[in-house]
T-cell receptor, first 113, second 110 residues
Framework: ETGVTQSPTHLIKTRGQQVTLRCSSQSGHNTVSWYQQALGQGPQFIFQ???????GRGNFPPRFSGLQFPNYSSELNVNALELDDSALYLC????????????FGPGTRLTVL | AQRVTQPEKLLSVFKGAPVELKCNYS??????LFWYVQYSRQRLQLLLRHISRESIKGFTADLNKGETSFHLKKPFAQEEDSAMYYC????????????FGTGTQLKVEL
C-alpha cells in the first residue's frame, strides 16, 4: 500500500507569484483534503475534493483553488501570493465515507518572500 | 462554528509520570473527536478516535459531552511519547473536514 505523497518538499516564491502544489492520494482513496498549517498553529482546512469536484471549503479566499484528477491525485493552486501564505501545506486522503480516517502526507513547506 | 482548544503549548513530564493533554471543544451538534500525533520528522498520524474507545500505545481519551472535553491520558509516560499532539473535531454532516486545535508539545524527560 502506497502512502500519501506530496511535491515539492520545499518551495520559495515571491509576493504576487503563483504556486502549484501536488498530492498523490493513498491507494484506494478517492477523497483529498488540503490543509494549511502556519507556524505554531494546527492545520486549517482549505478544501476537499471528491471525484474531481470540490466538496467543502474552509474560510480561504478564491485565490486558493484546486483540482482533482481521474486518478484521484490533486493540485492546490494559490494565486497572487501574500507573505501570510507562508506555511506548511498538508494533503490528506481518505475514502468517501464520512467516517473514514484521513491519512496525511509529509507536507510542502512554502515560503513567500 | 466549531472550535477546538488545547490550552497548553508545552507539557513537560518525567518518564513514568502520568500524562494528561487537555482538549476542549465547542460545537452545538454531536461531534466526532480525534487525537493526531506528529513525532519528530514524521507526518501527522491518527493516534485514536473517540468512537473506537480503544487504547493506543497506552493512551486513552474519553469524550465528556457535559464538559465538552476529550482529554488524552496515559498513566506512565515513556520517552518515545515525546511528540506534538493535536486534538481534532469532525462535525456530523460536515463531510470529512477536520478542525484542529493548536497542538501541545509533550516532552518526556528522563
Amino acid at each position: 500500500e502506497t502512502g500519501v505523497t506530496q511535491s515539492p518538499t520545499h518551495l520559495i516564491k515571491t509576493r504576487g507569484q503563483q504556486v502549484t502544489l501536488r498530492c498523490s492520494s493513498q491507494s484506494g482513496h478517492n477523497t483529498v483534503s488540503w490543509y494549511q498549517q502556519a507556524l505554531g498553529q494546527g492545520p486549517q482546512f482549505i478544501f476537499q475534493y471528491y471525484r474531481e469536484e470540490e466538496n467543502g471549503r474552509g474560510n480561504f479566499p478564491p485565490r486558493f483553488s484546486g483540482l482533482q484528477f481521474p486518478n484521484y491525485s490533486s493540485e492546490l493552486n494559490v494565486n497572487a501570493l501574500e507573505l501570510d501564505d507562508s506555511a506548511l501545506y498538508l494533503c490528506a486522503s481518505s475514502t468517501d465515507r464520512s467516517t473514514d480516517t484521513q491519512y496525511f502526507g509529509p507536507g510542502t513547506r512554502l515560503t513567500v518572500l | 462554528a466549531q472550535r477546538v482548544t488545547q490550552p497548553e503549548k508545552l507539557l513537560s513530564v518525567f518518564k513514568g509520570a502520568p500524562v494528561e493533554l487537555k482538549c476542549n471543544y465547542s460545537y452545538s451538534g454531536s461531534p466526532e473527536l480525534f487525537w493526531y500525533v506528529q513525532y519528530s520528522r514524521q507526518r501527522l498520524q491518527l493516534l485514536l478516535r473517540h468512537i473506537s474507545r480503544e487504547s493506543i500505545k497506552g493512551f486513552t481519551a474519553d469524550l465528556n459531552k457535559g464538559e465538552t472535553s476529550f482529554h488524552l491520558k496515559k498513566p506512565f509516560a515513556q520517552e518515545e511519547d515525546s511528540a506534538m499532539y493535536y486534538c481534532a473535531l469532525r462535525t456530523t454532516g460536515g463531510g470529512n473536514k477536520l478542525t484542529f486545535g493548536t497542538g501541545t508539545q509533550l516532552k518526556v524527560e528522563l
